[in-house]
């Protein structure tokens, strides 16, 4: 078990991972459109549906925006989050052409999704430069085993992202039992917080802050999970971690 920056993790950190600790990673939101309604969806009012690009802070009206934020601050990669990317394929594909592009094959990007890509879709991601895909597999998750399946045969590095919800242990455990057999690599658990957006939907389920002082959700790290052959980790930040930008 190893420990650094409030996370914890077996084994090799994904290389996403790895430069997210270093603060070297641009977090481009795609767009705020999402097929999914999860309960936990921290998404602020000024993203949640709406069909609008950011580069960390910085809206997106062009593509010098992407390579201005992420020459600002010296990014190594680049994190494409949503909403959800997959629901806008295209400008997905765009951005990671760009990036490419212009920072050269070294620049690695991730994205996360919480729809069942298919081959073609997968294949379009690994040529235009993707590195690394993390799967939203929690809820309903139908055809997204396959379609990791599909991910690793096209060449990603591919893992899943879901969120540490207390009580759900079984569940989680259940995800990466699943996991086994598709060629998926990484388990990466991100901690319940309280958010502005999700607050209402938290406390009707009977979650509860952890203290005044502190979004966590009480008793969010009792459980701990059994571990699948590659690596797991649990990284400090809140759930779930795909909606992520630095200050909203
Ligand atoms: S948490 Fe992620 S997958 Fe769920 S509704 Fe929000 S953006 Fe969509």
């Given at each position: 078990m190893k420990e650094g920056f409030g996370n914890v993790w077996t084994a090799e950190l994904p290389e996403g991972c790895r430069l997210c600790m270093k603060g070297a990673k641009l977090v481009l939101f795609?767009?705020?459109?999402?097929?999914r309604a999860c309960f936990y969806c921290p998404l602020s009012k000024k993203r949640a549906g709406r069909d609008l690009s950011w580069a960390n802070e910085r809206p997106v009206r062009s593509r010098d925006d992407v390579i201005l934020e992420a020459h600002r601050m010296e990014a190594l990669g680049a994190g494409i989050t949503g909403g959800d990317p997959g629901v806008r394929m295209e400008r997905t594909l765009e951005y990671i052409r760009l990036l490419k592009e212009a920072?050269?094959?070294?620049?690695h990007i991730h994205m996360y999704t919480a729809m069942a890509l298919g081959g073609r879709e997968l294949k379009e991601l690994k040529r235009a430069g993707l590195d690394e895909i993390r799967y939203h597999?929690?809820?309903?998750?139908?055809?997204m085993w396959e379609s990791m399946e599909r991910a690793v045969g096209a060449g990603l590095s591919t893992g899943v992202e879901i969120p540490a919800i207390p009580g759900q242990g079984k569940g989680i455990e259940a995800v990466a039992r699943r996991m086994?057999?598709?060629?998926?690599?990484f388990l990466n658990l991100n901690e319940l917080e309280f958010s502005h957006e999700n607050a209402q939907a938290m406390r009707e389920r009977g979650y509860e802050l952890?203290?005044?002082?502190?979004h966590a959700v009480r008793g969010r790290r009792p459980w701990r999970p059994w571990r699948p052959a590659g690596t797991w980790s649990w990284p400090s930040t809140s759930a779930p971690h795909h909606t992520r930008t630095p200050t909203s």
């Open positions: 795609v767009t705020g459109v999402c097929g920072f050269g094959p070294e620049f597999a929690w809820g309903k998750a139908e055809g086994e057999g598709t060629g998926a690599e952890k203290s005044e002082t502190s």
